[in-house]
C-alpha cells in the first residue's frame, strides 16, 4: 500500500472512530428533525377561537361579518355598551368591535373601534378594515342609487401573466427558486468547507501537541501527511453528509406520515404562485417544467468541481494554519481571513445574485477563485455561458496549486515549531526556508 | 574504516540565521557516534537534514557511500527528542500505521513487533490507547518503533529522557545490543554520563559549527593535562609541601574518601608518576593517587566557554 493511501485510511478511521463524530453524524440530523417537528406541530396547533363581541349602532356591519377558525363574532348590538367594556376587561371577549351611530357612513372612516386589552395583530386588523369599508363603500352605493351589480362587474383585478420570448408560459417565483436551488448548493460547499476544514486545523494541531509530528515526517513526505489528511478527512466528510442526507430523507417522510405534513412540490411556494396555481390548473405542470429546464446536468458537474476545487483550496489553508500554531485558540486571528471570503460569497449570493444574476459584481465575484465556489452555484441556475464557467474552475484550480503549494511550504516548517505564536510577517518568512 | 554516513561542509539557513556554518562529520560503521553541544548548536538541524525532514542549503550528505536519497528514509530509525503518539489510537494499530509508513508489509511488521513486545514484555500493551500508559511505557513504544524496521542507522535524540534509571538501564542494553549486531547509533544527548558510558566517537557543534570531532579515548589524550589526584596522610606537610612545590605545580583538590587526609593536585608536567610517588612516599602514607584524565563533560565545558 502507498504511504498516501496509507494515511488517507489512518485519518479516515480516525475521524469516524472518533466518538464525536458519531455521536454528531447520528444526533444533528434528529436534532435537526426535531426541530422541524417542533415548528410544525406548534404551527398546525389549532389556535382557542377568539370571541369578538360586534356593537353595531349603524346596522351596516352586523352579521356581514363571516366566522373563521380563529374568529368568531357574536352580534351584540343591544347589550349596553359599558357592559360590553367590562366584559373585555373581564377577558370574556378577545376584543369588542365598536360601531357607532353617526350621521353619513362617510363620518365612520374614523370612527369604528376595536376595544381589546390584547394587542391585535395587523392582519386581523387589516381584515376587518378590508371588509368593514368594503360592505361600507357598498351601502354608499346603493344610497346614492348606484348599481352595485355593474360595478361589481366593471371592477377589474389585474394577474399579470410571465412569458418568454419563445412564447412559453412561465411561472412566478420561480426566480426564488433558482436562487433557493444555488443556495443550497453554495451553502453546503461553505458548511462543507467550514466544518471539514476546521477537522484538518485540529488533526493538525493533534499531531503537532502530540508530538508524533517528527516520528511521522521522518517516514513519509509533510506534503504527503497534509494531502493525505486533506482528503482522509473530506472522505469521511463526504460519509457524513450522505449519512445526513439519508436520515434526513427517512425522518422527513417518516414526518410527513406521521403529521401529514403537505411534502408536495407546492408546499414551499409563495402565496402568489399558489394563487396562480389555483386559478389556472397547468401551472404546476408548467412549474415541474421549469424545475427541468434548469441546467441540471452543469449544476452536478460544476458542483462536483467548484467543490473539490474550493474544498481543497480552503482545507490547505486550515493546515497551514494548524502547523503554524500550538493550540486552537491561537488560530482565531488566523481563521478570520479564511472565513471572511466565505461570508462574503454568501451575501454576494444573496443581495446581489438573486437581484442581478449576470450583473457585473455577480459575474466578478463568480469568477474569484475564493468566492466562485459559491457565487458561480448561485449563478448557474439562471443560465451561465459555458466559457464563463470553464474560465472560473481554470482560475479555481490555478489558484488551488498555488495555494496548495504555498500551504505546503508553511506546514512543513510550522509542524516543527514549538511553544511560539508566529506573527503573519514570519509566517511569510517560512516559505523560503 | 569504513564510514556509513559522511556530511560534506552542510549549510542550513533560517532567514538571516545560520543554524549550521559548513559542517562535516565521519560516522565510522558499527560505532555509537555522541553528537553534543549545547542548545541551539545546530544538533537538531543536522538530524533533521539527515533524515529529510529538511534538505540543507549546501553540501552533501552520504549514506554508505551513496548520496543521500529518500530510499534511504527505510535504512533510517530516528527517535526524536521531541516526540509523542497518536494518543487517542491502540497501540498495536499505532504500530502497525508506523511500520508501514517505513516501508514494511503487514507481516514483516508484525512479526517485528511480535519480537519486540515479547523482548520488552509489554504484550499486554496491544490493545491499550496511549493514553491509558504512563510517559515511561509510551517511551518504550516510540523506542519499539524507531528500531522496528531494522534499520542500519540509528539516531537518538536525548533517548533517555522521560526513563526512570531501571528503563534507562533497559533501553541503554538494548541500544548496545542493536551495536553488537552491526547498527551504528547517533547519539544526541546533554547527558555527560551516558556519552562517557556508550560512546565511541563524538563530535561537539557549538553555535553552528564543528568544534571536535573524533574518537572519545583520542580527544580525551589531547586534553590530559598529567595531572594527578593525590591523598596523603603525613605529619609535616609543610615539608611536603616545600619538596613537591620544588618540582611541580601544586594545588588544592577535592573528592570523596573515608579518611582525613591532605587532597592535592599535582600537574607534573614532563616527570613521570613515579618521580611524584617518590616524593610523596618520603613524606608520608599514601591512600589515593589518580591521573585526573578529562572527562567527556570537562571537555565540553571546556570548549565551549573557550569559544
Redesign the interface.
Known amino acids: 500500500?502507498s504511504?498516501l493511501s496509507?494515511?488517507i485510511k489512518?485519518e479516515f478511521n480516525?475521524k469516524v472512530r472518533?466518538k464525536s463524530f458519531i455521536v454528531m453524524t447520528f444526533l444533528s440530523p434528529i436534532i435537526f428533525a426535531a426541530v422541524i417537528a417542533l415548528i410544525v406541530y406548534v404551527g398546525s396547533l389549532k389556535a382557542d377561537v377568539k370571541q369578538i363581541a360586534v356593537h353595531d349602532e349603524s346596522g351596516v356591519i352586523k352579521g356581514e361579518l363571516k366566522n373563521s377558525d380563529e374568529y368568531r363574532y357574536v352580534d351584540l348590538s343591544t347589550v349596553d355598551l359599558k357592559t360590553l367594556r367590562d366584559s373585555v376587561t373581564s377577558e370574556f371577549y378577545e376584543g369588542l368591535l365598536y360601531i357607532p351611530k353617526t350621521d353619513s357612513l362617510k363620518a365612520l372612516e374614523k370612527k369604528v373601534e376595536f376595544i381589546s386589552n390584547d394587542s391585535p395583530s395587523a392582519g386581523f386588523i387589516g381584515s376587518l378594515e378590508n371588509t368593514i369599508g368594503q360592505k361600507l363603500t357598498y351601502a354608499n352605493f346603493e344610497g346614492a342609487k348606484l348599481d352595485t351589480a355593474a360595478i361589481s362587474k366593471a371592477t377589474i383585478d389585474i394577474d399579470i401573466n410571465l412569458t418568454k420570448s419563445t412564447g412559453e408560459k412561465s411561472v412566478k417565483g420561480l426566480n426564488e427558486i433558482k436562487i433557493g436551488i444555488g443556495f443550497m448548493f453554495g451553502y453546503l460547499i461553505m458548511m462543507f468547507i467550514i466544518i471539514y476544514g476546521n477537522m484538518v486545523m485540529r488533526s493538525v494541531i493533534?499531531?503537532k501537541t502530540?508530538?508524533?509530528i517528527?516520528?511521522?515526517?521522518?517516514?513519509?513526505k509533510?506534503f504527503q501527511l497534509m494531502m493525505g489528511k486533506i482528503i482522509g478527512t473530506s472522505l469521511a466528510g463526504v460519509l457524513q453528509f450522505l449519512i445526513w442526507a439519508i436520515v434526513g430523507v427517512g425522518l422527513m417522510m417518516a414526518g410527513t406520515a406521521f403529521f401529514g405534513v403537505d411534502a408536495s412540490p407546492t408546499a414551499g411556494m409563495s402565496p402568489e404562485v399558489m394563487a396562480a396555481a389555483e386559478q389556472n390548473m397547468g401551472t404546476a405542470e408548467l412549474y415541474i417544467r421549469e424545475m427541468w429546464n434548469l441546467p441540471i446536468a452543469t449544476l452536478v458537474v460544476s458542483f462536483i468541481v467548484f467543490f473539490i476545487g474550493g474544498y481543497f483550496l480552503y482545507s490547505s489553508l486550515y493546515a497551514a494554519i494548524g502547523a503554524a500554531v500550538d493550540n486552537e485558540t491561537d488560530s482565531q486571528q488566523f481563521l478570520l481571513p479564511i472565513i471572511m471570503p466565505l461570508i462574503v460569497a454568501i451575501y454576494i449570493g444573496f443581495v446581489t445574485v438573486i437581484n442581478d444574476p449576470h450583473g457585473n459584481i455577480a459575474t466578478a465575484f463568480s469568477m474569484v477563485p475564493f468566492t466562485s465556489p459559491i457565487v458561480m452555484l448561485m449563478r448557474i441556475p439562471f443560465g451561465v455561458p459555458v466559457w464563463q464557467i470553464v474560465l472560473s474552475m481554470v482560475l479555481l484550480f490555478g489558484t488551488f496549486l498555488g495555494i496548495v503549494w504555498f500551504a505546503g511550504k508553511i506546514y512543513?516548517v510550522g509542524i516543527?515549531m514549538?511553544g511560539k505564536k508566529p506573527s503573519w510577517k514570519e509566517i511569510m518568512?517560512w516559505i523560503?526556508? | 574504516m569504513h564510514n556509513i554516513l559522511e556530511v560534506k561542509n552542510v549549510v542550513k539557513q533560517?532567514?538571516d540565521y545560520t543554524a549550521l556554518n559548513s559542517v562535516s562529520l565521519n560516522v565510522p560503521q558499527g560505532s555509537i557516534y555522541g553528537l553534543l553541544g549545547p542548545n541551539g548548536a545546530g544538533k537538531t538541524s543536522l538530524i533533521?537534514i539527515i533524515?529529510?525532514?529538511?534538505m540543507p542549503d549546501a553540501g552533501q550528505i552520504l549514506l554508505d557511500g551513496e548520496a543521500l536519497n529518500p530510499s534511504h528514509?527505510k535504512q533510517?530509525g530516528?527517535?526524536?527528542e521531541?516526540?509523542?503518539?497518536?494518543?487517542?489510537?491502540k497501540v498495536g494499530e499505532q504500530c502497525l500505521?508506523?511500520a508501514?509508513?517505513?516501508g514494511l508489509s503487514k507481516d514483516e511488521a508484525l512479526t517485528q513487533l511480535k519480537y519486540w513486545f515479547d523482548k520488552l514484555e509489554i504484550k499486554g500493551w496491544w490493545d491499550k490507547k496511549i493514553q491509558e500508559l504512563s510517559k515511561g511505557m509510551a517511551q518504550k513504544i516510540?523506542f519499539v518503533?524507531?528500531v522496528l524496521h531494522q534499520p542500519k542507522l540509528l539516531i537518538f535524540d536525548e533517548p533517555f529522557s522521560g526513563f526512570d534509571p531501571v528503563n534507562a538501564n533497559l533501553i541503554k542494553d538494548e541500544i548496545l545490543e542493536l551495536k553488537k549486531k552491526g547498527a551504528t547509533i547517533i547519539f544526541s544527548t546533554h547527558r555527560m554520563e551516558s556519552v562517557e558510558e556508550l560512546c565511541d566517537d563524538i563530535a561537539l557543534i557549538h553555535k553552528s559549527n564543528k568544534l571536535i570531532e573524533g574518537k572519545l579515548d583520542d580527544i580525551k589524550r589531547q586534553y590530559r593535562t598529567n595531572s594527578f589526584e593525590v591523598g596523603i596522610l603525613t605529619a609535616n606537610v609543610e615539608g611536603l609541601m616545600y619538596d613537591l612545590t620544588q618540582k611541580f605545580t601544586v594545588g588544592q583538590t577535592q573528592f570523596k574518601s573515608l579518611n582525613d587526609e591532605l587532597k592535592l593536585e599535582i600537574q607534573i608536567g614532563n616527570a613521570t608518576p613515579n618521580d611524584l610517588l617518590q616524593i610523596l612516599t618520603a613524606r608520608g602514607q599514601v591512600t589515593h593517587f589518580v591521573e585526573k584524565i578529562p572527562s567527556a563533560g570537562d571537555i565540553f565545558i571546556k570548549t565551549v566557554k573557550e569559544n
Open positions: 500500500m504511504t496509507l494515511i489512518r480516525a472518533n493533534e499531531e502530540n508530538r508524533i517528527e516520528i511521522i515526517i521522518s517516514s513519509v509533510p512543513r516543527l514549538y518568512k523560503n526556508y | 533560517y532567514g533533521r533524515n529529510q525532514i529538511t528514509i533510517i530516528y527517535l526524536p521531541e516526540r509523542g503518539l497518536y494518543k487517542s489510537m500505521y508506523l508501514q509508513l517505513k516510540q518503533v524507531t
